[in-house]
């Protein structure tokens, strides 16, 4: 039976990995220690001298060369979290260490709550809450602001595992669908049934526009004042990726003037916004505190993934969620 280990921050344990997950982890990996904090293993690394495995999660150890001396039998280690950049290191690729993720199953509820934010963007739903509220009156009917799902246009920027997922589920609506992804080729657009377009083709043509690009130095500020503007009217920009993708600045100056366009922002930089930020004031700012990705109950469908994923290791399957060091260096 391989030897295993926990490692995490204590306040993620039993989120990520809840008593029925734990238990079966434990039915098939021997597991003699209780979880341990990074800091624990630290203070005590000779605990790691025989363990094969090691579950881990946010505060897990990073695999620097003095950490993995202590574990010469290391063969793996189950991330159940998303980016894995503060945990591998160059030691951990040259020593051959296998690293899997949960950043799939982190994936699934920003991509639900990405299809909550369409319809209700394309609903209008934020600008008829305020309407309402500050009338106390019901709009006349027909609705003319209101544009309804069907036949509507949604551009999705970068398909990683989130847009990817969003695409998926954006399938089951009567939506046509563009993508801007870097290095999607038109031939592959063609196999997912969307078109492929340009960040300004997409802003200038679509009632909804949704962002999951990863920040990376080439992504920072890529999202500017001059693409909201092209926006349609009655426009919705979503962003559930990164704050800093986008030029808030001139963003809150394109919504002060174009009302008609209503922003689900769930990430902004600064993260929170300054005490000053007009965002807090903004009739057409759906302002939420991070919260699209895994919360609640959905934390624990990160260790279910990692449960999965031992399972494929130890039957000798190939593994789902498996990072290589090519995937690592396109990883935010």
């Known amino acids: 039976m391989v030897k295993g280990l926990f490692i995490m921050d204590e306040d993620v344990m039993d989120k990520v990995y809840p008593d029925n997950i734990k238990k079966e982890i434990e039915s098939l990996v021997d597991i003699k220690q209780k979880p341990m904090t990074s ?7 000779d605990v790691l001298k025989d363990i094969d495995v090691i579950f881990s999660s946010w505060g897990g150890p990073n695999l620097n060369e003095n950490f993995l001396n202590y574990a010469p039998n290391l063969k793996i280690m189950f991330y159940g979290a998303g980016t894995i950049k503060k945990i591998v290191t160059d030691e951990s690729w040259k020593r051959g260490i296998r690293v899997t993720t949960a950043n799939a199953a982190n994936a699934i509820p920003v991509a639900e709550f990405t299809i909550a934010s369409i319809i209700f963007g394309l609903k209008n739903v934020v600008q008829m809450k305020n ?3 500050n009338t106390r009156e019901y709009p006349s009917i027909p609705h003319q602001n209101i544009k309804g799902v069907f036949d509507s246009t949604v551009g999705i920027i970068s398909l990683g595992a989130i847009g990817s997922e969003v695409l998926k589920r954006l399938k089951n609506f009567d939506v ?34 949704t962002l999951h690009a990863p920040l990376l130095d080439s ?27 986008v030029k808030e ?26 005490e000053d930020s007009p965002l807090y004031d903004m009739d057409n700012v759906f302002l939420t505190p991070h919260i699209a990705g895994s919360e609640g109950k959905e934390i624990g469908r990160m260790g279910k993934f990692m449960l999965e994923e031992l399972k494929r290791y130890l039957n000798g399957e190939s593994l789902k969620w498996e990072v290589t060091k090519e995937k690592y260096e396109k990883m935010a």
Do not use: Q
Request: charged share 30%; with cysteine; proline share 4%.
């Open 249 to 274: 600045n001139e963003l809150i100056e394109v919504l002060k003037e174009r009302k008609d366009i209503t922003a689900f922002l769930d990430v902004v930089y600064p993260e929170p916004p300054a």
């Open 131 to 133: 309407l309402i509220k």
């Open 176 to 209: 046509n669908i563009t993508v801007y992804h870097p290095s999607l080729t038109k031939e592959e657009a063609k196999e997912l049934g969307v078109e492929f377009v340009s960040l300004d083709e997409m802003f200038k043509t679509c009632d909804v526009v």
């Open 219 to 245: 992504t920072r500020g890529m999202i500017t004042g001059d693409h909201i503007k092209l926006m349609k009217e009655n426009g919705v920009f979503i962003n559930t990726a990164r704050g800093a993708i």
């Open 39 to 45: 800091k624990e293993v630290e203070e005590n690394l």
